[in-house]
């Protein structure tokens, strides 16, 4: 499931692809309902249930988007989400267009050679980014069925490391989406005792504004966000902070930018997770969950997580044995909590 949500591309505001697979994922006696805003909704257990428990992953991934088609059949393009623009300088993309994928470049800096220039590799993207997909003319690059607005992503593949090891753009957040899906197809409906609701929400990199609809419509008892941890698992970082090990187990997000989890909250987690014999660590990151809408509006938020190192780039990495406990994860929460 994880490599067929990565290979999907899902741009924040283009997720629909994305939707599309996930929905076609879902178990069979699930009734996914899509809200206004585009956030896909599976709802389940007693409708009369004493809790609601909202798990949210999102859908989106960082990007670009077409703004412009130039008369010399190059496109102007805008960054999508936060993400170092140079990871794309000089790198082959795909503009998902509606006649199907079209392959282009990412042209370097005109004075990438020369050893003279003062900017740094940041620099890229403080001027306008160009795609050149080969095309002459507008005319040309438009008979492409190029337009304003398309998604421009990496070439999407998922590529398998030594072990369980794994790298590609997006696993923020279809491994969550993945830990979602893999809850859903193992519970029994008939045996819950909560409401569930599992929302894959849209435009997260762009602000969480998917969650933020949910979060002025919904009432649940407890959001439950499954989203990456970012972490200093490398030799060129300090233990001190963000330090999860890739392949330890899931990750409880007991302090991000957004959001400060309630102490009581993790340690329920992490009991339960001992009862279930699933390996979990806990600990504090950067970057925001979808579940930090929640709290305005009398919503406790629990941040769930695998750690991950090379956040926003087209390798980030994942273990998919984190992968794996954190679906059980998931799931022992949905049926015992």
């Known amino acids: 499931m994880l490599e ?62 077409v703004t412009a088609i130039r008369e010399d059949g190059g496109l102007d393009v805008k960054a999508v989400g936060g993400f170092f623009e140079t990871l794309y300088e000089g790198q082959v993309v795909l503009v998902h267009a509606a006649k199907g994928d079209v392959g282009g470049v990412v042209p370097p800096r005109p004075n990438y050679l020369d050893p003279s220039a003062v900017e740094t590799p940041a620099a890229f993207g403080k001027e306008a980014v160009r795609v050149d997909v080969g ?22 593949a998922f590529q398998r490391l030594y072990g369980s090891f794994g790298s590609g753009r997006a696993v923020d957040d279809r491994a969550g989406c993945t830990a979602l899906l893999v809850a859903l197809r193992g519970i029994d409906p008939k045996t819950l005792r909560h409401k569930l609701i599992f929302a894959f929400s849209v435009e997260e990199e762009t602000g969480l504004d998917g969650a933020q609809a949910m979060a002025e419509t919904l009432r649940p008892d407890l959001a439950i966000a499954v989203d990456t941890f970012v972490s200093s698992d490398s030799p060129l970082e300090r233990p001190a902070f963000a330090h999860a090990i890739l392949g330890k187990g899931p990750v409880v997000r007991a302090i991000d930018s957004s959001n400060i989890t309630d102490p009581a909250l993790i340690d329920r987690v992490l009991n339960l997770a001992r009862q279930a014999g699933i390996p979990v660590q806990y600990g504090l990151t950067r970057g925001g969950n979808d579940g930090s ?7 406790p938020d629990l941040a ?28 022992a929460i949905a049926e015992r909590w």
């Open 135 to 156: 095309a002459s003319s507008r005319a040309v690059a438009e008979s492409l069925g190029i337009a304003p607005g398309d998604p421009v992503t990496v070439p999407k």
């Open 4 to 65: 067929a949500l990565i290979n999907t591309p899902g741009v924040s505001t283009r997720e629909q692809g994305v939707r599309d697979r996930i929905r076609s994922l879902l178990p069979a006696w699930a009734r996914p309902a899509v809200d206004a805003k585009g956030n896909l909704l599976v709802t389940v257990g007693p409708e009369r249930a004493a809790k609601t428990l909202l798990f949210i992953a999102h859908m989106d991934e960082t990007g670009y988007l």
């Open 293 to 299: 809408v929640f709290p305005e509006f009398g919503t």
């Open 304 to 331: 769930l997580s695998w750690p991950t190192v090379h956040s926003h780039s087209p390798v980030e990495v994942i273990n998919e044995r984190d992968l794996d406990g954190l679906g059980a994860l998931v799931r």
